[in-house]
């Protein structure tokens, strides 16, 4: 098999990226690899744990969201060799291409902590980090009567760096209005409640508000479901460790990521497996004819749909520049979202670019929670996901520097 272009990743990214080209010159061969039967729109995974969301409205049919005129393979990638211009398919064939595109998103390491998997979906322990756990968040924070309900966030880099806390927030929220007393922790690897500072001050009071306890620099390693424990890896100011156990009622479990496996190791992923890319063209450090985009790559952006929306276009341009030979366009400065749910009613949007420079898209105090942005994350986001950015239609409203 060979293609003009080759997308290694039928997600958020690798669709939008395909739409984009298809719309552009409907003359190119392009060809997802992808062994997925189903598309998820992940950043409701939240709402749905939350009991915001029908699960059943997250995800449709992959080839429903396969492009017109693009070709659909529908297998997983063993290996790259950017020397002959091809991938190595699961099934022992060879796709050769021109140009490649790799986006297959991250990987989820539950098999990181001990006894996770064995109890996941069940005593207790919850995750919105997949669908078919999202829905055993909102029996528990329903079936919760009182006592201990914790949350934990790991190392970076992960999707959406603020789901940790959005959905303790709308548990918070929950607890609330039902009068039910909850101790409520949040158990997290970084120094701080958010990696851009400007926010991070700002959800401090979001804490307080709700009576929450951060616990910073915890490290979940362990959880015995059975005997609701949960052990962690605590750091003090020195950088001494000691490992802490603490009980549990409920627990929301995110859990440590990496690229995936099948990037590690191979030529074109750096030494820790991420897709090694120049932060703004988006083009291999070392293949010219590879491009990287979405959460599989090292760029030092937030890993969220908002920022797969605004690489794809920068992605497209560049493979149709290359095709004609004309000029590179514009660079992806990094642009990234968060839309911090902050209760049942209200987010803050945080919107940022490279060096955690903050740059909304709307006038006004970012830091303000917002009814308005609610309504935007549960209706008007997913609209413009499903109809428009896998559609191939741009939408990139201006950001600007905030001061």
Known sequence: MKHQIVIVGGGAAGITVA???????????????????????????????????????????????MPSGTAWIKD??????????????????????????????LQLDWHKVDGLLETMGSNGVCSNYLLEYANYTWDCIQNFSGGSALFTQPAMPIKCAGAPQKIMYMAADHFRKNNINADIAFHTTLPSMFGVPLFAEALKGVVASYGISAEFKNTLVAVDGPNKQAVFDVEDAEGNKQQVSRAFD????????????????????????????????????????????????????????????????????????RINQSAQPADYDGYGACPLVTSKNSVMLAEFCYGGEVTPSFPGDPRKQRFS???????????????????????????????
């Open 373 to 403: 942005f609610w309504l935007l994350k549960k209706y008007f986001f997913p609209f413009l996901y499903w109809k428009v950015m896998l559609k191939g239609i741009e939408f990139n409203p201006a950001h600007r520097t905030y001061r």
């Open 19 to 65: 739409a984009l080209l298809g719309r552009k010159d409907k003359a190119l061969d392009i060809a997802i690899i992808d062994p997925s039967d189903t598309h998820y729109y992940q950043p409701a995974f939240t709402l749905v744990g939350g009991g915001e969301y029908a699960a059943a409205a997250t995800h449709h049919a992959q080839a429903d969201c």
């Open 250 to 321: 409920m627990m929301h479990v995110t859990p440590p990521q990496s690229a995936p496996d099948f990037l590690k190791g191979s030529p074109i992923g750096d030494a820790a497996g991420w897709v090694d890319v120049d932060p703004g063209t988006l083009q291999h450090k070392t293949f010219s004819n590879i491009y990287g985009l979405g959460d599989a790559t090292n760029t030092p952006n937030a890993k969220t749909s908002a920022a797969a929306r605004l690489q794809a276009p920068i992605v497209a341009k560049a493979l149709l520049a």
């Open 76 to 105: 997983s990638v063993l290996s790259f060799h950017p020397e002959l211009n091809s991938v190595k398919l699961a099934n022992g064939e060879s796709v050769e291409y021109d140009y490649l595109v790799v986006c297959p998103g």
